[in-house]
C-alpha cells in the first residue's frame, strides 16, 4: 500500500528537491522555494529552468555561512552580472524613447533609475522581500527590509534570470516592472516640463498657466488622471499620467510640442 499522508507527501517532496538540486532543503526553505516559482510564474510568466540560479539569488551569506554543510552558493557574484545586466537594458530603451535627449540627459535619467533606490522600490513591489533566504540574526534585524539588501536582491534576480533565459526575457520583465514608472511619476523630479513651459509662456511677460483635472478612472491603486494646462485661459495641452503631478507633467509635455519645443517625457 502506498503512503500518501501529507507527512510522506513532504518527506518525497524534500527528497525530489535534494535529488534535483544537490542540497539537503528543510520544511521552511522548500516552502520558499515553490512559493518563488509560483509568484514568478503566476505574476510575470517566468519559469526559471535552472532553479539553482533562482536559488543563488535569493539566498544572503550570512544563509550560507549557518549551512557550512550545504554547499550552496549566495547572490554577490550573479548580482555583480545583473548591474551591468540592468545598465544595459536601461541604457538601451533610453536612447531609443529619448532620440533627441542628449548623452548627459541621458546619463542622469538612468543614474535615477539604476540606483539602490530605485532598486530597492522594485523589489519590495515584487514581493522579493518574502522568498530571500537569510541567516538567523539577520533576520533578527529585519535586514529583509534594509534598501541595500533588497536592491542586491533585484540585481541578483536580473542576473540569474539573463542566465537562464536570456536578455528578451530580462527585457519583457523589466518592461512591466521598471519602464512603465517613467508614465506613473516615479522620475518627475528629472523630468520638469511645467517648469520649461513656464518659462516658454512668460518669456514675453506674465501669463496665467492653469491646470485642471479633465477626469479619472481605473480603480484606487491604479487610477489614472487626465489634466489640462490652461495659458490666460486657452488649453495648450492634455496628459494623463498615475498621479495629478504626472498628468499635469504629461499635459505641459504635450503644450511644448505644440510650440515647437522638444519634450523629453
Known sequence: MVDVSPKSDKARLSSLFALL?????????????????????????????????????????????????????????????????????????????????????????????????????FAKECHFDEYIRLGKGEEKADARKRPSLLCDIFEAFIGALYLDQGKSVVVDFISQVVFPKLDMGWFDHFFDHKTELQEYLQKDGECSIEYK???????????????????????????????????EQAAAAQALKKFGKTATK
Open 21 to 121: 538540486f544537490g542540497q539537503k532543503f528543510k520544511k521552511g526553505v522548500i516552502v520558499l522555494i515553490i512559493g518563488l516559482t509560483k509568484h514568478l510564474k503566476d505574476d510575470f510568466g517566468i519559469d526559471f529552468k535552472n532553479q539553482n540560479l533562482l536559488d543563488e539569488a535569493f539566498t544572503h551569506a550570512s544563509y550560507v555561512n549557518e549551512h557550512p554543510k550545504e554547499n550552496l552558493k549566495f547572490y554577490e557574484r550573479i548580482e555583480f552580472l545583473g548591474d551591468a545586466v540592468m545598465q544595459l537594458c536601461v541604457s538601451e530603451y533610453l536612447f531609443k524613447r529619448y532620440d533627441t535627449m542628449p548623452e548627459g540627459k541621458l546619463s542622469r535619467l538612468r543614474a535615477a533609475m539604476v540606483c539602490e533606490d530605485s532598486f530597492s522600490k
Open 213 to 247: 483635472l479633465v477626469n479619472q478612472e481605473g480603480p484606487d491603486n491604479e487610477r489614472l488622471y487626465r489634466m489640462a494646462v490652461y495659458a490666460n485661459g486657452e488649453q495648450l495641452g492634455e496628459g494623463t499620467g498615475y498621479s495629478k503631478k504626472a498628468g
